[in-house]
């Protein structure tokens, strides 16, 4: 079974520009997780979907950030415009979602976000 | 609010045991983790305590939850260099999907 897909794995834009990362969930998953971490820091939250309903985005900065879940299977979250500050590993999760269970997340390798 | 602490680094030798402690301050957590890290891979699982048990062993992993101190440990016996990597606590409240908060993560470095 193919684990989380990410992609690209590596990106360097200067800042300003836009760009945008992409996540396919474990089959089967309905809960999908974008996390952000920095170097030297644990994975923060960045938002969660069920299915296709951002559940918690409190933590998005909706100023310049922004996720779609459209089909509730793949994902792509967008930082438009970039800054500095953005420089980051951006991990994606999936976990089957079933109330009530223990749900392990499964992550992917993360894109690694370097802004010039 | 949710507050992971770590150690930043440890270094041990090759065939001896590593500790690495992590204090928690939410009282209300459910389950907590221990998540592995290999440079240039995501995270993961290792294993996971539920808030209700005080020890979880696997293998060459021992768990041990304080939460009167609110205090996890992972011991790693006859640690091997392909244990190199940085171990992330975790913690998450409730059952079903839920965030985990993280700590800072310990680097391990284990010397031959």
């Known amino acids: 079974e193919a684990g989380v897909v990410q992609s690209p794995r590596y990106k360097i834009i200067e800042k300003k520009q836009p760009v945008a990362f992409w996540c396919n969930p474990i089959s089967g998953h309905n809960t999908l997780y974008w996390y952000l971490q920095n170097l030297g820091q644990g994975p923060e939250l960045l938002i969660r979907y069920e299915n296709e309903e951002a559940v918690d985005d409190s933590q998005l900065p909706k100023d310049r950030f922004s996720a779609e879940r459209l089909k509730g299977v793949d994902s792509t979250l967008k930082i438009q415009p970039a800054e500095l500050g953005d420089s980051a590993v951006y991990l994606c999760?999936?976990?089957?979602?079933?109330?009530?269970?223990?749900?392990?997340?499964?992550f992917g390798p993360g894109t690694r976000l370097t802004v010039l | 609010g949710e507050d992971v602490e770590q150690s930043l680094f440890l270094s041990v030798r090759e065939g001896d045991s590593s500790v690495i402690n992590c204090t928690y301050t939410d009282s209300s957590s459910t389950y907590l983790y221990w998540y592995k890290q290999e440079p240039g891979a995501g995270l993961q699982l290792l294993t996971y305590?539920?808030?209700?048990?005080d020890m979880k062993q696997d293998q060459r992993l021992t768990v041990l939850l304080n939460k009167k101190d609110k205090h996890l440990s992972l011991r790693i016996a006859d640690t091997q260099t392909g244990d190199s990597a940085i171990y992330f606590c975790?913690?998450?409240?409730?059952?079903?999907?839920?965030?985990?908060?993280f700590g800072t993560g310990t680097r391990l470095t284990v010397i031959p």
């Open positions: 975790a913690e998450s409240k409730g059952t079903g999907a839920n965030n985990l908060f």
């Open positions: 999760a999936s976990s089957k979602g079933t109330s009530g269970v223990y749900n392990e997340q499964f």
């Open positions: 305590i539920f808030s209700n048990m």
